[in-house]
């Protein structure tokens, strides 16, 4: 199985989401089935299908997160060197060339993207265009809405 990169940053966060769902929420959801089967006839009792249902919830993300965490390949991008060029982990400043319009965006793991927040999963096209380019390069991104042409403005390794 190939492991999945993700930043230090972002395997901290879903180790966190982990215990969060191991040490509150479940405990929560097993006293409300408690609760729920104690009131009675199950068939008909709908605090005890929600709370199996959420129950159901928790169990998948916590099998989810743990495979996730199991095939991650954590790297720590403070410690890349990669000479200007972008690759995994970088965060680049770029200018969309039609508009002027300065973004910026880190390189980081499908588990970790958030496109809102300026992080972009590794097999996005915008990353997969700028992957192994330099500061000054001009890189066209296919996007849904046609072709936008982005000029490398800085490449950092946080």
Do not use: C
Request: hydrophobic share 40%; proline share 3%.
């Amino acid at each position: 199985m190939t492991r999945s990169p993700i930043t230090v940053r972002g395997a901290k966060q879903l180790r966190e989401e982990l215990q969060t769902l191991k040490n509150e929420l479940r405990p929560k959801i097993i006293n409300a089935i408690a609760e729920a089967r104690a009131h009675g006839d199950l068939r008909e009792n709908a605090e005890y299908h929600a709370a199996k249902e959420q129950q159901a919830f928790v169990e998948g993300r916590i099998a989810q997160i743990e495979s996730r965490l199991s095939n991650a390949q954590i790297i720590d991008t403070s410690k890349l060197s990669a000479s200007g060029r972008v690759v995994f982990g970088a965060t680049v400043e770029l200018t969309v060339l039609e508009t002027s319009e300065e973004v910026r965006y880190q390189i980081v793991g499908e588990m970790e993207a958030d496109v809102e927040s300026g992080l972009v999963s590794i097999s996005s096209p915008v990353a997969r265009a700028l992957i192994g380019k330099e500061e000054g390069e001009v890189v066209v991104v296919m996007t849904p809405a046609g072709e936008v042409e982005y000029e490398i403005l800085s490449v950092h390794y946080l």
